[in-house]
């Protein structure tokens, strides 16, 4: 699934380390985000550009946005199947949507599609 077909409420809800916690391969989208397997472009699910501090910084009082990067998390599938399978279970029952009708959910609807692909 490419980042342009998924909402960004979904990312929320996957819950993306940090990226002072993560390794170079990771921040880069050259390793799952979550596990640190080895990834290819057919098979990673990119979670989007971000940004944060790097390992060793701090955040700016004054200037919040002084020293971030750019990073590039991306995903295995069992791993983001994992997270969106979790991310179901706390969203759904506070999603008056979910609740009402699941299937007019774009955050339900892409979690599920999620645990699905990734379980393949």
Known sequence: MSVLEMPADVLVVLVLPELATVTTGQSRGADCVWCTT???????????????????????LFEPEKGLVRWYPRACPKCTADRAHKGLFAHTPACEQCVDEAALCPVGRTLYRLVREGRR
């Open 38 to 60: 080895r990834l290819t472009g057919d098979v990673a699910v990119d979670l989007g550009e971000r940004m944060g501090l790097p390992a060793g910084e701090e955040a700016d």
